[in-house]
């Protein structure tokens, strides 16, 4: 993969850089992804060259304070639309699709409700529901309801937790890593600790938080606080994929989601974890193309 393919800015109109890359087919069918929590564009499908036989162009990119993106002060979840209009824009792509893992997966749902008429179709993955739903926090593990719970009532709380983990990411974060997925279940560890996936999971976290732990925890605000959009609202078709054995996100968010969003195809996979997206692209990207 060139270099200059992954590495890519764009200068957005209020003069902030968005960093994104694009991996498969250069002239295919464009699909824009969104990273989960503190990743960045490194995440990608390992089998590069599946997405050429899909004829896929995968574009992903960096939220605001997220590898080569400029820090967005004041960002509401619906000034996401508005950067991915602009990306397209620069691309030359009118219409495409759009697809977010876990904190990514609001993201896409915002594109999909404020683009209705470019957006052909979404996909979420392990995606976290509105937190002010009742139940939000049942199953979450002790770790997670904390930084859920400070960011929807103690956002100054979530930033000092985000500069912590980034110092313990950026030094040993193998070890960091094996304490802070201790929860996971065993299906998610087999996914995440396979050679190929943990190195693009490390390189996506490491430049996630490279320029710094701000725009992890403004993206920890963001999706657990109001979202500024109802679901019921979003007219294009979205996939929701969700592992049964989440606990990241519990199963019962794909549930909520899947009651209120009007036009869903939904996926719920016994045993599977909250990284099961690993060694689900080819059937998660087959499936959000197609017109069946």
Same mark, same amino acid.
């Given at each position: 993969?060139?270099?200059?393919?992954?590495?890519?800015?764009?200068?957005?109109?209020?003069?902030?850089?968005?960093?994104?890359?694009?991996?498969?087919?250069?002239?295919?069918?464009?699909?824009?992804?969104? !990273?989960?929590?503190?990743?960045?564009?490194?995440?990608?499908?390992?089998?590069? %060259?599946?997405?050429?036989?899909?004829? =896929?162009?995968? =574009? %992903?990119?960096?939220? +605001?304070?997220?590898?080569?993106? #400029?820090?967005? +002060?004041?960002?509401?979840?619906? #000034?996401?639309?508005?950067d991915v209009c602009h990306l397209a824009g620069h691309l030359g792509i009118g219409e495409?699709?759009?697809?977010?893992y876990s904190a990514g997966g609001p993201h896409a749902l915002a594109c999909a409700h404020?683009?209705?008429?470019?957006?052909?179709?979404?996909?979420?993955?392990?995606?976290? @529901?509105? $937190?002010?739903?009742?139940?939000?926090?049942?199953?979450?593990?002790?770790?997670?309801?904390?930084?859920? /719970?400070? &960011?929807?009532?103690?956002?100054?709380?979530?930033?000092?937790?985000?500069?912590?983990?980034?110092? $313990?990411? $950026?030094? #040993?974060?193998?070890?960091?890593?094996?304490?802070? $997925?201790?929860?996971? +279940? @065993?299906?998610? /560890?087999?996914?995440?600790? @396979?050679? /190929?996936?943990? /190195?693009?999971?490390?390189? %996506?976290?490491?430049?996630?938080?490279?320029?710094?732990?701000?725009?992890?925890?403004?993206?920890? =605000?963001?999706?657990?606080?109001?979202?500024?959009?109802?679901?019921?609202?979003?007219?294009?078709?979205?996939?929701?994929? !969700?592992?049964? &054995?989440?606990?990241?996100?519990?199963?019962? &968010?794909?549930r909520f989601l899947c009651a209120v969003i009007p036009h869903v195809r939904v996926t719920?996979? +016994?045993?599977?974890?909250?990284?099961?997206?690993?060694?689900?692209?080819?059937?998660?990207? %087959?499936?959000?193309?197609?017109?069946?």
């Amino acid at each position: 993969m060139a270099t200059d393919r992954i590495n890519q800015t764009v200068t957005l109109k209020d003069g902030r850089r968005l960093g994104f890359a694009e991996y498969g087919a250069c002239s295919g069918r464009p699909v824009f992804h969104f !990273h989960g929590s503190a990743s960045s564009r490194f995440e990608h499908p390992s089998a590069e %060259s599946m997405l050429d036989q899909l004829g =896929i162009r995968f =574009i %992903s990119v960096d939220r +605001p304070g997220h590898g080569l993106s #400029d820090f967005q +002060p004041q960002r509401r979840l619906l #000034d996401w639309p508005v950067d991915v209009c602009h990306l397209a824009g620069h691309l030359g792509i009118g219409e495409f699709y759009v697809e977010g893992y876990s904190a990514g997966g609001p993201h896409a749902l915002a594109c999909a409700h404020q683009l209705p008429e470019r957006v052909l179709a979404g996909a979420v993955y392990g995606c976290v @529901a509105p $937190m002010d739903r009742p139940g939000a926090y049942q199953g979450l593990p002790f770790f997670n309801r904390v930084l859920a /719970k400070s &960011a929807r009532w103690f956002p100054l709380l979530t930033y000092l937790i985000r500069r912590v983990m980034r110092g $313990m990411v $950026m030094g #040993d974060i193998e070890k960091t890593t094996r304490q802070l $997925m201790s929860s996971i +279940p @065993a299906a998610d /560890k087999a996914v995440l600790y @396979a050679p /190929k996936d943990f /190195k693009i999971f490390v390189n %996506s976290v490491r430049e996630g938080l490279r320029s710094g732990s701000r725009g992890v925890a403004c993206d920890d =605000i963001l999706i657990n606080q109001a979202w500024g959009f109802d679901p019921a609202d979003v007219q294009p078709r979205i996939d929701i994929w !969700h592992g049964e &054995a989440d606990v990241n996100v519990p199963i019962h &968010a794909a549930r909520f989601l899947c009651a209120v969003i009007p036009h869903v195809r939904v996926t719920f996979l +016994p045993g599977k974890g909250h990284f099961f997206l690993f060694n689900c692209w080819q059937d998660v990207l %087959s499936r959000l193309v197609s017109e069946a």
